[in-house]
């Protein structure tokens, strides 16, 4: 079992940067991948960025591909998403997941966070 919590959304102006974190328990979280997902009022949860249990592999939606990046401190059972150039169609709520295994569908990851709200002003 794996228990996932994401910090360091917020507001911010277009072209700002933020820095989400997702926390998650468990001795074992160095074997597990790890996504970030978002969900815009009305719309699916869409897949964002994906990242292996070694780091060494990284997927992104092509939306965000050379301005956010994912990235793991398994020292830390800590995964980041450095987002920079934000743009106002960015604003969702963003998730993170994890699962045994890599991917960018909703349906890879069994292990859900509640979720953190990033909003871009105009």
């Known amino acids: 079992q794996v228990q996932l919590v994401e910090s360091g959304g917020g507001l911010v102006q277009a072209g700002g940067s933020l820095r989400l974190s997702c926390a998650a328990s468990?001795?074992?979280?160095?074997?597990?991948?790890m996504g970030w997902f978002r969900q815009a009022p009305g719309k699916a949860r869409e897949f964002v960025a994906a990242i292996s249990w070694s780091g060494e592999i990284t997927y992104y939606a092509d939306s965000v591909k050379g301005r956010f990046t994912i990235s793991r401190d398994n020292a830390k059972n800590t995964v980041y998403m450095q987002m920079n150039s934000l743009k106002p169609e960015d604003t969702a709520v963003y998730y993170c997941a994890a699962d045994r295994t890599i991917g960018v569908h909703t349906t890879s990851f069994d292990y859900w966070g509640q979720g953190t709200q990033v909003t871009v002003s105009s």
């Open positions: 468990g001795r074992t979280f160095s074997m597990y991948a």
